[in-house]
């Protein structure tokens, strides 16, 4: 009886103090040498403009763009005719009108 509460103190105290001691993810990084912080990149549009579901003017328009929305740039794509697309995300202002709308799409540079 002595031996299983024994036994259950040292379970418990491995499951509580172990962890501490243990990298997350298995590995130990340093956060100085992380670029991901400056990936992120916004623009500010100087026209009207479109974003689509994928990077083709031909496809389903998701939403217009007014000058001088900020835009988070995720991603880029070249395509096959040297254009330019970016994969953005609009902010997420709850005051807008047309919060209903998409927040991610393509728009062509």
Do not use: H
Not at 51 to 78: A, C, E, F, H, N
Not at 87 to 103: C, E, G, M, P, Y
């Amino acid at each position: 009886m002595i031996n299983n509460y024994i036994k259950n103190i040292c379970l418990i105290s491995f499951a509580l103090f172990a962890p501490i001691y243990l990298p997350a993810g298995g590995i130990q990084k340093n956060l100085n040498n992380l670029s991901c912080f400056n990936k992120a990149k916004e623009i500010v549009l100087d026209s009207n403009s479109y974003i689509y579901i994928v990077p083709d003017l031909y496809s389903k328009k998701l939403r217009q763009l007014k000058t001088g929305s900020t835009l988070l740039i995720l991603r880029d794509w070249m395509t096959s005719n040297n254009d330019r697309w970016y994969r953005v995300q609009t902010s997420n202002n709850i005051f807008a009108d047309n919060s209903n709308k998409a927040l991610r799409g393509w728009i062509k540079v």
